[in-house]
């Protein structure tokens, strides 16, 4: 396992990330974010349904 928010991939690796029901626990959300956004593809879509 490595740490979501500092991955080994390149830049706009994926084309979707889907995290379900666990995004409000990462001890780092804002940095996942940041390494998720690093990390999608342009036009992505983003969603939280707990928000």
Do not use: N, W
């Amino acid at each position: 396992m490595i740490p979501c928010e500092e991955t080994p991939f390149l830049d706009q690796t994926f084309d979707t990330i889907t995290v379900c029901s666990a995004y409000h626990h990462f001890p780092d959300a804002k940095g996942f974010a940041r390494e998720a956004y690093r990390l999608l593809k342009p036009k992505y879509y983003a969603g939280d349904p707990s928000r």
